[in-house]
């Protein structure tokens, strides 16, 4: 009751700054507002849809203006910066060396110092208390990630989060701000909240925080559909880009890098959201932001996807194939449906030629001609012999994971501490490592301790390779199967 008591005087507060869902007629605003909500969008929860979100409380046409947001309300480095202790501070030429995320990081971390005292203490208090980016995985935690390129991706997010905290201290140290907010731990919540937070303005390379712009729950660009396992809370994600409307927007948009549901809009002074398609009253009202696979999800913004249509798995090849193609190794992967890409299947048709022929076909290959039957046969037995070996290889199998995430549901819904207890010990030796990677604190109360600490983070391998990697790879072998025996048959015939 008091957190939503404590809600609703954010919205009241943000009505009061001019943030607003009415449309840009002022005559339409009420004259004592007491939420910046109601007439387009209204808060609702969806649970099996990334939880509180924003619906439709009425009709909305795509392209609709939804929300407007004042430039003035907006945290960025300007306006964080009016503090004139803060700005001597940060413009001190010994603080020159860090980058302006760098910066805008330790200022959010000043800024919430203060406390009830902040201009933006309302909406601060309502940022999540953490985040799950690769930044903030225990070694434990990325080790159960158990595939190399996700390992490697943790760990050089943690060293690189670690380096950029080391060279801020001083800054810190010098700004005097409190014990708690000099902690790594500290530094992983106030970059996670701008990294995955973010929205982009012309006038600064960090972009800019928006209160209320941020209660958009999110889905995955290219899915129109409402299948709601693809929705993820934007509370984790959210980076808008360059200011066009939704006019401007084109989904198949080559090149382009996000998609833009709004942007910051000099006429209107205003950070502006769009409707990116047309809803109806009591739909969930959804944001898109770009095409990233699980793991960079993962990375900057700390969720995933169960089903993301942009999700990929690299395969490796063998070091003598890449010497004849030019296809960069970033474009030799397999979709999350289990096709190859166009790059990868075309460097193998080329490898399976015979080396005295391969000059003259490859301009064949490089089209995307299939170059014969055989041929055809011989890349789609190498694919799936080589993602048979890939799952060999990895500890566990997907109905051990299956089965793990499972457990993890139980852990979480578990309220009978003599319960979880015994339902930690049973579910296999994982799960008991990471009871034992708790230590005695799982002596005190097992169930308050899981609740509380971003615990169940293990929950997070619902997140990554270790689960969707072996998915998609059994997906191309499944689907290559099926290839081979059509070429056999028409080869046959």
């Given amino acids: 009751m008091m957190e939503q008591e404590g809600f609703e005087r954010f919205l009241k507060w943000a009505a009061n700054l001019g943030i607003s869902d009415c449309p840009t007629n002022r005559s339409l605003h009420p004259k004592n507002p007491t939420s910046c909500l109601g007439h387009s969008l209204t808060v609702s929860h969806f649970p099996d849809a990334g939880g509180r979100g924003l619906a439709a409380v009425r009709d909305i046409k795509k392209g609709e203006l939804v929300l407007r947001v004042p430039k003035s309300v907006l945290i960025t480095r300007d306006s964080l910066l009016k503090d004139e202790k803060l700005c001597s501070f940060v413009n001190n030429s010994t603080y020159s060396s860090l980058s302006p995320t760098q910066i805008l990081t330790v200022c959010l971390l000043y800024e919430m110092g203060k406390g009830k005292s902040s201009w933006w203490y309302p909406y601060m208090m309502h940022l999540p208390r953490s985040y799950d980016v690769l930044a903030s995985f225990s070694e434990f935690e990325m080790q159960a990630l158990q595939v190399d390129d996700a390992i490697w991706s943790a760990e050089k997010a943690v060293s690189k989060a670690k380096s950029e905290w080391k060279e801020a201290n001083s800054l810190m140290d010098a700004l005097k701000l409190k014990p708690q907010l000099l902690t790594f ?87 502006c959201f769009y409707a990116r398609k047309n809803y109806k009253k009591g739909n969930q009202v959804l944001l898109g932001y770009g095409t990233y696979t699980n793991l960079e999800l993962l990375e900057h913004y700390g969720f995933l996807l169960n089903e993301n249509p942009n999700d990929k798995v690299f395969i490796p090849l063998e070091p003598s194939m890449y010497s004849f193609i030019s296809w960069p190794k970033v474009s030799l992967y397999i979709h999350q449906d289990g096709t190859p890409s ?152």
């Avoid at 006038?203 to 693809?230: I, R």
């Avoid at 090149?255 to 809009?265: A, I, Q, V, Y």
């Fill in 185 to 271: 731990r500290a530094w992983i919540w106030a970059s996670a909240t701008i990294s995955s937070r973010a929205l982009h303005i012309p006038w600064d390379e960090t972009g800019c925080l928006c209160p209320v712009g941020d209660l958009f729950n999110y889905a995955a660009p290219g899915e129109e559909s409402n299948d709601l396992e693809n929705v993820v809370h934007l509370t984790n994600a959210s980076s808008l880009s360059n200011g066009e409307t939704a006019d401007d927007f084109t989904e198949d948009q080559p090149g382009s890098e996000r998609l833009t549901d709004g942007g910051f809009d000099e006429n209107m002074a205003a950070y």
């Fill in 342 to 493: 166009f790059a990868l299947l075309s460097a193998l048709r080329i490898w399976a030629t015979p080396p005295n022929q391969r000059r003259s076909i490859s301009h064949l290959a490089y089209s995307g001609s299939q170059l014969s039957v055989d041929n055809e046969i011989s890349v789609l037995k190498w694919i799936s012999k080589n993602c048979a070996m890939i799952l060999s290889n990895l500890p566990t199998v997907i109905e051990d994971d299956n089965f793990l995430l499972s457990t993890i549901d139980k852990i979480k819904n578990s309220h009978n501490p003599m319960e979880l207890r015994k339902l930690l010990c049973t579910s296999g030796g994982e799960a008991r490592a990471f009871l034992e990677s708790r230590g005695n604190k799982m002596d005190q109360n097992p169930g308050l301790v899981l609740k509380r600490e971003k615990s169940l983070k293990m929950e997070r391998l619902k997140s990554l390779g270790r689960f969707y990697k072996p998915q998609i790879i059994s997906k191309i072998i499944s689907t290559v199967s099926s290839d081979v025996n059509e070429d056999v048959n028409c080869l046959s015939s």
